[in-house]
């Protein structure tokens, strides 16, 4: 039976009523999260999954995807109509979504980003459909060593492509891998750098760290702008979302590269916010309509949307099919897939396929109803960002506290996500990404297990690394992503600078 | 008072550094060796220790090489008054949880930050107190069965 069998299996499977209830409910609360700043969807996700230990596991991450689609959505809302990115993946979006908005076009670009960003966000899922079968048979292949090699390429290829500094990254990176260490020792049972302190003889959740570093940090940068939301007006009549639509078809140069842009950057570890920011850059270099980027081109929405959703989208197949999350939510949502008892990687394609294809077609199914959803909840948003952030902030650190203490119902976790929010804080204010610290964490014991179960297997020997063509050609390419900062130096005094305009605004935009 | 983005540079890189070296003594507890069996436990998070040692490190070079005109302060005198003055009812808020219960310290934590951060009218932000413990008593307790910590008052009150 071919994808497309099992595809329509999948339906069968998330096409029930109480499915499509939960995938409502689901987007409704990552619009929320999209929306107010402070809550985006990684910290959204790992909130609201202590709530689906008892649920089964296909309605859980129907649920949590769900979420992530919402979250992305709302992003876009408040870039467009307050100037203010509810989510790091939508800022680019800010720079002609909300010119566009103030030129009274404010519908329009709504609806091109939304449009846009479903587009996207299908096209990403299709990709999914048609290769993840193929990817999880071939990693059925793969031992200890190639597993390893695999990790060491994800983790590279951070460091590689990373826009700031690639030593920030590194600590990081490396900083999530201790706190991976914390606790009893998978191999030998040992307990690791926990100094005798008895709170630290479970480890540290991952779940605590991204409430606290994405949440709270997220929150206490907002606070200190004082921010106030100066909106921009926009009365949704459908005569104007249908004929924004007709307009569609004429952007198909601008929607089919930056699909393309956000697949690549979705399934290597690049990120949806990286995604946006290279599709936007790209459009204004091969766009016809490229010098009127920046003051509102409808291109200048379509192209950071389209990526940033396809891109999103396309982190859950390496995440699925491989157990090596593409974003911080993907992470997030893998540390769920295996609180709830499941192994994400090859296996769970012959394991649990009702699992796997009733998630991907919850995902076409999801995407279009988040469409919807995001439409029709415009004016709502609007109205509930009018609420000062004097007001908001308080409310969701309740949530983010709560939110800590339901992860285990330990006190001391609480003490954890407030020293997680302070180190978010400093590392956001500093250019420190979090998306490695995070990813580190959660395949921080799946990295060095194979590392040891590779080293076991080979008695010791660093040769396996490079035994066969395949581990070989991946350590290659990690060590190559390594350099590749060096190379880029070199190259930048040789004077050819290949590293584009829009990443240097991406950093600026990061510390903002 | 205002700290200079260099100052704020190096003050985490050093921290970082710090934790490094912690890391890497507390991976020396469980051997660093290899032994017949493969690496000890300590082997992995040692190097680990020593890669945030030599980022943290090198984030201190960079800072001290790179020119310092036209950069904006780490934080100044407002912003970090701001961000201090939203952070202290944040800690009271989780002493007070963690001493009395969730719902009792959400109760005082919304109706302050409500009434004198937030501006609003004594009875309003009482108000609102109330609304929010009821709704999350519904939402954790009722609707999702995950109860929250309920303290020694609302234990001795017959609420479990």
């Not at chain 1, 449009?115 to 048609?130: P, Y």
């Not at chain 2, 201090?84 to 302050?112: D, E, H, R």
Request: include cysteine.
């Amino acid at each position: 039976m071919g994808n497309f069998g099992l595809l329509f299996e999948g339906f069968g499977v998330a096409l029930t009523s109480y499915h499509i209830m939960i995938m409502v409910v689901g987007v409704l609360l990552g619009l929320v999260v999209g929306v107010l700043p402070g809550l985006g969807a990684p910290n959204g996700v790992s909130l609201l999954l202590p709530l689906t230990f008892t649920m089964d596991p296909v309605s859980a991450i129907i649920l949590l995807t769900s979420m992530y689609w919402g979250a992305l959505f709302g992003g876009s809302t408040t870039s467009i109509l307050f100037n203010i990115p509810g989510e790091p993946s939508s800022v680019a979006t800010t720079f002609d979504g909300y010119p566009m908005a103030k030129q009274g076009e404010a519908v329009r670009a709504l609806t091109l980003a939304f449009c846009s960003a479903g587009i996207g966000a299908l096209t990403g899922v299709l990709v999914i459909t048609l290769l993840s079968g193929w990817v999880a048979n071939f990693a059925l292949r793969f031992g200890a060593a190639e597993y390893f090699a695999v990790y060491f390429l994800a983790f590279s290829s951070f460091i590689g492509m990373s826009t700031g500094s690639p030593f920030k990254t590194l600590v990081s990176m490396m900083l999530g891998f201790a706190c991976a260490t914390i606790g009893a020792d998978t191999i030998s049972g040992e307990s690791r750098l926990t100094f005798d302190f008895e709170e630290l003889i479970g480890g540290i959740s991952f779940l605590i760290a991204v409430i606290g570093l994405f949440g709270l940090g997220e929150l206490l940068t907002t606070m200190e702008e004082n921010l106030e939301f100066h909106g921009v007006k926009a009365k949704l009549d459908i005569r104007t979302i249908l004929r924004t639509m007709a307009e569609l078809p004429r952007y198909w140069a601008s929607i089919l590269r930056s699909a393309a842009v956000g697949i690549w950057m979705g399934i290597t570890p690049g990120g949806p916010t990286a995604a946006s920011f290279m599709s936007y850059a790209l459009g204004r270099r091969f766009s016809k309509n490229g010098a009127n980027f920046g003051k509102g081109a409808p291109e200048g929405v379509i192209s950071p949307e389209t990526a940033d959703h396809s891109a999103g989208s396309c982190a859950l197949l390496p995440m699925l099919a491989l157990g090596i999350p593409g974003s911080a939510t993907a992470a997030v949502m893998m540390g769920g897939l295996m609180i709830w008892g499941l192994a994400p990687g090859p296996m769970l394609f012959t394991q649990r396929p009702d699992f796997v294809w009733g998630l991907i077609a919850s995902m076409y199914v999801g995407n279009v109803i988040a469409v919807i959803l995001v439409l029709a909840t415009v004016p709502l948003f609007a109205f509930i960002l009018r609420a000062p952030f004097r007001i908001m902030g308080p409310m969701i650190t309740m949530v983010c506290i709560i939110g800590a203490y339901t992860v285990a119902s330990h006190t001391f976790d609480i003490w954890l996500a407030l020293v997680f929010g302070l180190v978010g804080y400093v590392f956001k204010k500093l250019d420190y990404p979090l998306a490695p610290f995070v990813l580190a964490m959660v395949l921080g014991h799946n990295a060095e297990d194979s590392f040891r179960q590779a080293m076991l297997t080979s008695g010791g020997s660093a040769s396996i690394f490079w035994s066969n063509g395949l581990v070989a050609t991946m350590m290659f390419l990690g060590v190559f992503f390594l350099l590749l900062p060096l190379i880029s130096l070199v190259l930048r005094r040789a004077g050819i600078n290949f590293r584009s305009r829009a990443i240097e605004k991406e950093a600026e935009a990061g510390s903002v | 008072m205002e700290i200079s983005r260099r100052t704020g540079e190096i003050g985490a890189a050093i921290v970082t550094a710090l934790l490094g070296i912690i890391v890497c003594y507390g991976s020396t507890e469980n051997g660093i060796q290899w032994d017949s069996s493969g690496p000890q436990p300590g082997y992995f998070p040692f190097y680990i220790g020593c890669l945030i040692i030599f980022g943290s490190v090198a984030t201190i070079i960079q800072t001290l090489l790179r020119r310092r005109d036209g950069e904006e302060p780490f934080v100044d005198a407002e912003r970090l008054r701001n961000v201090v003055f939203f952070f202290l009812p944040i800690i009271a808020f989780a002493a007070i949880s963690i001493w009395l219960g969730l719902y009792i310290g959400i109760f005082i934590y919304i109706f302050f930050t409500m009434w004198i951060p937030g501006k609003m009218k004594l009875h309003n932000a009482l108000l609102t107190a109330i609304i929010v413990v009821a709704v999350n008593y519904i939402l954790f307790e009722v609707l999702f069965t995950v109860p929250l910590l309920k303290g020694p008052i609302l234990n001795a009150l017959g609420i479990y």
